[in-house]
């Protein structure tokens, strides 16, 4: 069976899930239509572009509508995922970076940062994504989601090139392929006790694949510090 996808189309970002509904007609069975239907699922996985060094698109993901992208605040999500939605999963650049580096003079965008340093850093996208996900003030502070998953730094290509060839399964496939398999199993490892297995799920095919992986919960968030360490990392709150 095939994985069902969506065109990255904001309607259906507020969606978070379509149902594909057949409409035949009875005298003539050959005529049909297919209507898409809003079934919101449990797991949201959106690939593409994110972006955070320019300050106009700062924490927004591309799409087919809408100028090109989207931002947390055009999905309204204390009214459009309130319904069966509990994870969404970011694999696209840099959005939930916690905190930005900036040059002190110019203000530009320096890099991306895990987690605060004194008077350098200022909060990054990731926090406004999870401030409106996770403790939405329309909520009363809680929810919609019970986690959110993505990178804090640049996201790995799906494919990648190796003697000169370009092959469709690079790192970005693998981490996709490996966060299913370790979900359907149950048990994947349990990163800085998070007790849960989406999230434990993500920071462990990130670390795999040595990608910059990060998951926030409502309380706190981990990271993956790739490098020398290679480990996953818990800020206690946030």
Request: with cysteine.
């Amino acid at each position: 069976m095939a994985t069902p996808t969506l065109p990255t189309l904001l309607r259906f970002i507020k969606a978070a899930g379509v149902e594909k509904i057949e409409v035949f007609d009875l005298k003539n069975t050959s005529i049909k239509h297919v209507l898409p239907v809003k079934n919101q699922a449990d797991l949201l996985y959106y690939s593409g572009h994110g972006y955070i060094s320019d300050p106009q698109r700062r924490g927004k993901l591309d799409c087919w509508d809408n100028g090109g992208n989207f931002s947390v605040d055009d999905i309204v999500v204390h009214i459009n995922w309130r319904e069966d939605l509990e994870y969404f999963i970011i694999a696209g650049c840099s959005v939930l970076a916690p905190y930005i580096l900036t040059d002190p003079q110019s203000g530009q965008f320096v890099d991306e940062r895990p987690e605060p340093e004194a008077q350098k850093t200022s909060p990054g996208p990731g926090l406004d994504w999870a401030r409106k996900t996770l403790r939405n003030p329309n909520l009363n502070g809680v929810g919609p989601l019970k986690g959110l998953c993505g990178f804090w730094d640049a996201a790995p290509a799906d494919a990648e090139e190796k003697g000169g060839q370009i092959l469709p399964v690079g790192p970005g496939v693998r981490i996709a392929r490996l966060f299913a398999q370790l979900v359907n199993s149950g048990k994947p490892p349990n990163h800085t006790k998070t007790g849960n297995i989406i999230l434990n799920a993500w920071l462990e095919a990130t670390r795999a694949n040595n990608a910059r992986g990060i998951a926030y919960d409502r309380n706190s968030y981990r990271y993956v510090r790739t490098g020398f360490w290679d480990k996953v990392i818990k800020v206690p709150s946030w």
